[in-house]
């Protein structure tokens, strides 16, 4: 059992590419979630999925696409990479079923846009 | 929206006990988590409160004021592997979403 799994585990990208940060939980959980990590900013929410077939937008949207096509994938797409995108993401999820909103977080991408 | 505050660095020894702060603003609140991350990795969850009061795991504890919107996480008997990165984040109503603060980085010396 693998948890939540991010891929690239690391990627240098140039300027105005476009880029796909892949994320696949084997947990069965309802929702997920893509934060962006800064150096002193904390975790800072991208988008959000509550359930398979919707999405919704966090704190720093702009610039990013999510889809949420089945439960366990929530890609996350840069359609035009900038510099101010480096950073590293994490995706995470949580069970909706009730409790604590405990979210488990993936490894992380450590994105470099030069 | 919601917004979190909590020390930047603090400091400890080995064997000592540590407390890290967190005051929020928000509306409809609905709990206070705690995360714990390691230098390189992932977060992971440490704790949550809903309701007033102590929540304790081990070593670790929790408190909960939600009338001074303040909340603390209690750290005993530190260990050389507590020095992480200590993140509270607060779920707001409804929506599932959490609101991490900036994150107190914990080194505990030995």
């Known amino acids: 059992i693998a948890g939540i799994t991010q891929a690239p585990t690391s990627q240098i990208l140039a300027a105005g590419r476009r880029m796909t940060l892949r994320c696949t939980q084997d947990m069965r959980h309802n929702a997920m979630y893509w934060y962006r990590q800064d150096l002193g900013l904390g975790l800072r929410l991208i988008h959000y999925s509550n359930t398979a077939g919707t999405t919704g937008k966090g704190e720093v949207p702009d610039g990013y696409s999510v889809s949420r096509a089945n439960t366990d994938d929530f890609p996350l797409t840069l359609a035009s990479a900038v510099p101010s995108q480096t950073s590293v993401y994490f995706c995470?999820?949580?069970?909706?079923?009730?409790?604590?909103?405990?979210?488990?977080f993936g490894p992380g991408t450590r994105l470099t846009v030069l | 929206g919601q917004s979190l505050e909590q020390p930047s660095e603090v400091t400890a020894v080995e064997g000592a006990i540590v407390q890290i702060n967190c005051t929020y603003q928000t509306s409809g609140f609905y709990g206070l988590s705690w995360y714990q991350q390691h230098d390189g990795g992932a977060p992971t969850f440490l704790s949550y409160?809903?309701?007033?009061g102590l929540e304790e795991t081990g070593r670790f504890s929790s408190f909960l004021s939600r009338s001074d919107s303040y909340g603390y996480l209690l750290l005993q008997e530190l260990q050389m592997k507590d020095s992480a990165s200590y993140f509270c984040a607060v779920r707001a109503g409804s929506a599932r979403q959490l609101t991490f603060g900036s994150g107190t980085q914990l080194t505990v010396l030995p």
């Open positions: 995470a999820s949580s069970d909706s079923a009730g409790g604590p909103d405990t979210q488990y």
């Open positions: 409160n809903a309701l007033d």
